[in-house]
């Protein structure tokens, strides 16, 4: 058992004991009132014990008094001849309730000091509350439902509200209890003013109570206001806990003013008794946080002006008052040990004290601050007694004067930052050093805050887009880089922002010039490790990107015709076949040799034959569509890929139309040839591979020579049918 709760001193068990047996009464009182009266409790007091009890213990602290209090809920109940099991459920539902509203307040103040705010401590307390009680309500309405057949959500109704009064009023009056003891009565010898003005109210709604003839509740406010005045957070509690438990009982006992109402049952009547408590909390109780807040305040003022004082004499900044005529009311005593002056020494004007350079420059700074009031700050240099001159930075402030003569003095506050402006030249010498070496450097260097927002950038930028690097500086990545830009940077500004390094390319449009940059992005960090923006070195890489393509072009591009070569052939067929099998369409391939190009060489040069050929390959690809592709293969031979294609019909339409474009002779100078072409076609809907597509075409092509050249024959592939390819007479295949 002692592994299983932590160990809990005597005193803390005497005291969870002791509110166990004030839970036991409480919950007798309530639900023995509510019996003999045959209404439904209006107050559930035991939680507010156990909440405000709670709210001034450590958690480790808690699991005694939960467990007490659920003891004394059982045990109440089972006083009152209620089922073990229904008073068990009951007081597991009233421990979860507690424990919402425990714990969600603490959560919000894990300490809950003297000098709370009030009404930040009442939201969240009576939020908590509203929000524990909508799942105990339900809790209890469906074990009531359950045992006794009582409607659920009547039931819930009349505990969510019983329950939310008895949390705000009790469990207040418990907490200020704790905290204040015996003082909740005033201080010693001075609690006769108190108990006074507690009677004046018990008094009032006692009478209010014990007539029903005269809607007198109204009479109620006054002294409940004036003990609220009079006693702040102390006399609001116990004076709604007056309130409520003489309403309380004699709503119960048929008694007061709500017995005006005819016919009206005893549900109607708590009914109105909790809407009346209500009313008297929402009147009483933003008075009171009101003025324990304006309380708060004032000690906060007195606290603030004697702070102030010692500040002021034992500060390291020097302080003054200073009157029109220059006279000082007030030197604070670290004169001595920023200058060497004395206080004495001080009192009068000093101007010649202020470095020469400086002097019309501070004496403009006051002029201009008694003209136009408000504050202003300088740095000038003062002589030191010892005769070397310390940089000040002052803060001047114009204010009435507090010797309420109607004249404005000046607050002066100055420190010594000699340190600082040393440190702020030798930083201006490295930034200018830096700024040299950046400005030319052949790259953009920036640096960008979290907000995106430029505070560096290198004069490279102008050679690149133009901008003027000043004008960037404050302005949005987005307003800079525009719309388009900023869209493809955007995810890798997050990145930066977010801690991570990137690396990425881009493109854009700079002086009519299309461009490409390499960018990396690197967090800056400040010294606690927080990103608080990021780096950007920015290259110019067109150049490179353009020997890129040029080197693509040449390594997929025959360079004599400028078709496609065997690299870009391979490649786009493996792809197109394995598009098409998904597909289940058609493929058409041809492949094209040059009939006797040998003798084209032969007769008259090698010069004649390349321009042979790039005319065969401008006169097939003029056959065909753009997005169809024409390949020389190397040498005489040429390859054709065309897809949705529909028919064989159109395949040999498409054949016959190359051979056509060959009848025309090729002009090579003065040199006149004529050429003609074997083609093989191969049209296949599903084919294993690139190589046995080729060799289905290929196998065509040798039928084509093998019949005399200047021809084509047609070989078809179908899936569900033979491997193998079968040829027609006629250069068509029909299966």
Known sequence: MRRLLPSISLAVLLRAAAIAVLVFASCVYSLALARSTGSAPSLWIANGILVGGLLRLPKRDWWPYLLFGFAGTVGAQLVLHISPLVALELAATDTLEILIVSGAIRRQFPEIPRDVSYPNLSRVALASTLVACVPSALLAGLTIHIAQGTPLLAYAETWYRAHVFGIVIVATLTWVAFIKKWRIFGAPGKRWP??????LLAGTTFAVFAQSRYPLLFLIYAPLLLAVFRHRFAGLVVGIALIAAITNIATALGSGPFNLILDGSRTEHALLAQVFLAMVCLISVPLALILAERRHLEAKVRESELRYRILADYAGDLVMRIRPDGQRRYVSPSIKDLLGWSVEDFSVPRPDLIHPDDRERVAQAVAELHRAGGSTMTTYRIRHKDSHYVWFEALARLVPSPDGDGVMEIIYTGRDVTQRVTAEQALADSERRLRTITDNVPAVIAHVDASERYTFINAYVEQVSGDDPREMIGKTMHEVRGEQIYGDLKGHIATALGGGTAMF???????????????????????????????ALTTDITHIKDVEQELSRLARFDTLTGLANRRHFDERIAMLLLQKY???????????DVDH???INDSWGHGVGDEVLKAVGQRIQACLRKNDLVARLGGDEFVALIEDVESSSIAEELARKIQAAMKREIAVGAVRVKMTLSIGVAFCQSVASADAFMHIADTALYEAKAD???T???AMHEPGFSQEPVLASNGVSFR
């Open 194 to 199: 108190f108990v006074r003005d507690m009677a």
């Open 505 to 535: 390319e881009y493109e854009a449009d700079y002086k009519g010039r299309h461009l490409c940059f390499q960018t990396n992005f690197v967090p800056d960090r400040d010294p606690e490790g927080c990103v608080r923006g990021f780096y």
């Open 582 to 592: 998904r597909q289940r369409s058609p493929l058409l391939l041809m492949m094209i």
């Open 597 to 599: 190009f040998k003798r």
């Open 708 to 710: 005399g050249r200047n």
């Open 712 to 714: 084509f024959r047609m």
